[in-house]
């Protein structure tokens, strides 16, 4: 699938790390280092910007790295950019370690995934299926 994008960073366009990689690596765009505080959250720009087929989704996600080393992790994730945004793809960080963490430009802070989605026509009506699990909820199924 092509997919048309602008690259206004001064890094190469994202790349998937290895053949079967499901995510593309996002690079920070930054004119000078970014420290993250414990529990501060922050918007990081990458200077791209997209333009998805209708019936796709770019799901922003964490780099597990990232997220296992230095608790630097997104924050909505994940994050959700639609076929008909336009805008800069941002992403929204959260350091809940408690070390303050430094993003300097072109580290790679995220990983974006390009998914196909469907959209719901709701139809209204008084009863539903009966299944096994039912109303069962959080943690219904028990714990081994």
Not at 86 to 113: K, Y
Request: charged share 20%.
């Amino acid at each position: 699938m092509q997919i048309p994008v602008i690259n206004r960073s001064h890094h190469a366009l994202p790349q998937y790390a290895t053949p079967l990689s499901a995510g593309l690596d996002l690079r920070a765009n930054l004119d000078a280092p970014m420290t993250v505080q414990p529990m501060q959250r922050v918007l990081v720009p990458t200077g791209l910007f997209i333009a998805l087929p209708a019936g796709m989704e770019a799901q922003v996600r964490p780099r597990s790295g990232l997220a296992l080393k230095h608790g630097l992790t997104v924050l909505n994730s994940p994050g959700t950019i639609d076929a008909d945004y336009r805008g800069e793809i941002c992403v929204i960080l959260i350091n809940l370690s408690t070390e303050p963490f430094t993003i300097n430009d072109g580290e790679r802070i995220a990983q974006m995934v390009i998914a196909r989605h469907e959209q719901a026509e709701w139809q209204l009506t008084d009863t539903l299926d009966e299944t096994e699990r039912g109303a069962g909820g959080f943690g219904h199924s028990g714990k081994e």
